[in-house]
């Protein structure tokens, strides 16, 4: 689970012209794998607060992607970013006919979605790393539900692995 790996928290203050970059490390440790295996679910999520900086932090990771030098640690691949800006009835990956990224960006009200659908929780206990690009935006009212979702789901996949805490 994410909360088991070494946590690394920054901070920019707002209106640096720094949005999309939460993405720009998640693809660089995307790119290690961390003997990642299951296609099923993303290496990182990055989440924003609307399709424009979901582009915007789509095409920084894919820029460092693209200059990043061989050999790409433990998978020997490139990470594959893709932006999730809707959400479907089901889980839109899996391992045999459509893999996850090892990045994905999204919005939070579709990430939160398949909570309901019992997803979420598989999702969070498989990724390694959660950004929250721009979150003074994710934390204003209009997310703040869905983001808290989110980060309960977090917890609870945390207190799962680790029930000392």
Not at 95 to 111: C, G
């Amino acid at each position: 689970a994410m909360l088991d790996e070494e946590q690394l928290a920054a901070a920019a203050p707002a209106e640096t012209g720094d949005e999309g970059e939460g993405a720009v490390p998640a693809a660089m440790r995307a790119a290690t794998g961390d003997g990642w295996t299951d296609e099923s679910y993303p290496f990182a999520i990055v989440l924003v607060a609307n399709k424009e900086l979901a582009l915007q932090a789509e095409q920084m990771a894919n820029e460092v992607v693209q200059h990043m030098e061989d050999p790409l640690g433990a998978t020997g691949k490139r990470p594959r970013v893709q932006r999730l800006t809707t959400a479907s009835e089901d889980w839109p990956f899996a391992a045999r006919w459509r893999p996850a990224p090892d990045l994905l960006i999204t919005m939070p009200v579709h990430l939160a979605r398949y909570m309901r659908e019992g997803v979420l929780v598989d999702v969070m206990h498989t990724s390694r790393i959660l950004v929250m690009d721009e979150a003074d935006l994710l934390l204003d009212g209009h997310h703040l539900k869905d983001v808290d979702n989110i980060l309960t789901c977090v917890k609870r996949v945390h207190r799962e692995v680790n029930p000392r805490f």
